[in-house]
C-alpha cells in the first residue's frame, strides 16, 4: 500500500499513513451503509429477470462480497456471484468471466458484461468471446455506442443482443 500512495499524484506522504488506513478502510467497504444501489438497478434486475435472463456477478473483490450483497438486497437477483480472490484470478483475465457463463450455462457469445471499467470489464469481457457495456455515470469516457449513462437501458441492449 506505501507503494500504491508513492505512485498516486497529490497523494499524503506521511510516513505509516497506509498502514493506519488500511483496516478502516477495508471496513468501510464491508459496510452496506458505505455503498448506495442506484436507483435504476433494481427495476433493470427485474425487467432482465423478466425477461429469463440468468445473472452473474463477476467481481475482483473478496470473499465477503456475496454476503455484502445480501445486506443491500441485491445477491437474490444472481444465480452466480464469481469472487476473484474465490477464484484466484482476476479480471481482466478472460477464465473469470467464463467461469461465470459456464455456471449460468450458457455461451460467451450470447452473454452480455455490464461493468464500469473499460481496461477490466470491457477487456476481460470480449477477451472471452462477450459483448460488454460500460456504465459510466460521470460521463468521463469517449461517448460510444457500448457506453451507457445508467443501467436502466441494459434490458434493451441485452434484448437485441439475444435477438
Known sequence: MEGTLARTPNAPREPGLALRVLSPLREAFRDPASWVVFEDVPPALESLRSAGARLAVVSNWDSTLPALLGRLGLASWFDTIVVSHVEGIEKPRPELFLRAVERLGGEPKR???????????????????????IVDRRSRLPASPWTIADVSTVPAIARVGAA
Open 111 to 133: 452473454a452480455l458484461h455490464v461493468g464500469d471499467n473499460p481496461e477490466l470489464d470491457e477487456a476481460g469481457a470480449k477477451a472471452a468471446g462477450m459483448a460488454a457495456v
